[in-house]
């Protein structure tokens, strides 16, 4: 089957010829018909992935989606053959303490057994076909589109989470921030939107992305720098915000982060970009909450699910051909993408679709010749 591979630790990627996956007991096998790209790629590729101790080569692709084509033994009972899927990625023991909550997303023992997710140590879903490790991570999609269905599993999932601890802080009379209006964050501010009354002010870097961020709902858009954090003062009384999202999590956003938050507010560091929040007694403002949460349960991701089932969480996507997959990682490395890219395996490449293009127009002449 072809598959997208990050060969070595200079970040090359390369379409490769690899052998077909048969599932193992307990396992789950699907054809793929989705997956899409998340920063955290670019993460992985530019030493994550290394310090993470993940071997190459290895099949990206953390947001997935397929149809169950066959199941191991004790995984049969579990799924139905031909059933359109996500799957959840966070896998863990399911017997720890964490699992037993229902945080696999955090689970004990996830390290120790060389647990990983698909795409992010095991071989992920940017491939015409992939194995999951247990039944209970297929999630039914219903109708759901897989284009926009793939990124609801991280893009959708990872804010979902974050929201949840700090819901309540978001009143009608409550300023969110929002850095960052890609993937994730461009999916925050919907929901947000929808599961709060509260007002919301994303920050970003690019026009595209402010643009993006203010069609699917923010109240403000800013570009993302020291101006933003009078903007947000001046919005919030001189408060600052009750709850800041940060999904870019470098040093930049970071540090205006720090100045954006509330007496007693929520400070959700998303994204793994590396800046580091300096936090201690007349640092942070009091009682302002740091959070750093990972991706999300499983219960969160059904409810995710049934929120775009009611419309509620609109995925800006570009698909792209599996064969063009390493291109679309490009895009995604030179900030090109806006929303969420998603690799589609059976879509015809660029190539395939340029050259249908050219004898269709060339049968066209030969008609209009003939007559
Ligand atoms: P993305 O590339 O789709 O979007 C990032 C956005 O941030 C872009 O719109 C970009 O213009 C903007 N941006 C860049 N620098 C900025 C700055 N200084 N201020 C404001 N905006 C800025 O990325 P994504 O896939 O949405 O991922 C976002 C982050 O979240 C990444 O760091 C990713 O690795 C991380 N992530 C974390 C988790 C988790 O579980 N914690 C899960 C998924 C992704
Ligand atoms: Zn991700």
Redesign the pocket.
Known sequence: MKAVQLMDWKGTLELRDIPDPTPGAGQVLLKMTAAGL?H?DVAVMNGLGKDLGMQLPMTLG??CVGTVIDAGEGARNLVRMGENVMVYGPWGCGRCEMCAEGYENYCYNATRLNITPPGLGHDGGAAEYMLVDRGRYCIPIGDLDPVTAAPLT?AGLTPYHALQHSRAKLTANSVAVVFGAGGLGHVAIQLIKHLTPATVIALDTSAAALELARQVGADFVFNSDQDAVKAVKDITKGQGADVVFDFVGVQPSVDLGAQMCKVRGDWNIVGIGGGVAKVGFGVVPYECQVFSPYWGTRRDLYEVVALAQRGYIKIHTTPWSLEDGVEAYQNLITGKVLGRAVLVPGMPSKAAREAEQKANKAAAAQAKAGK
């Open positions: 998340c955290s953390h947001e991280d």
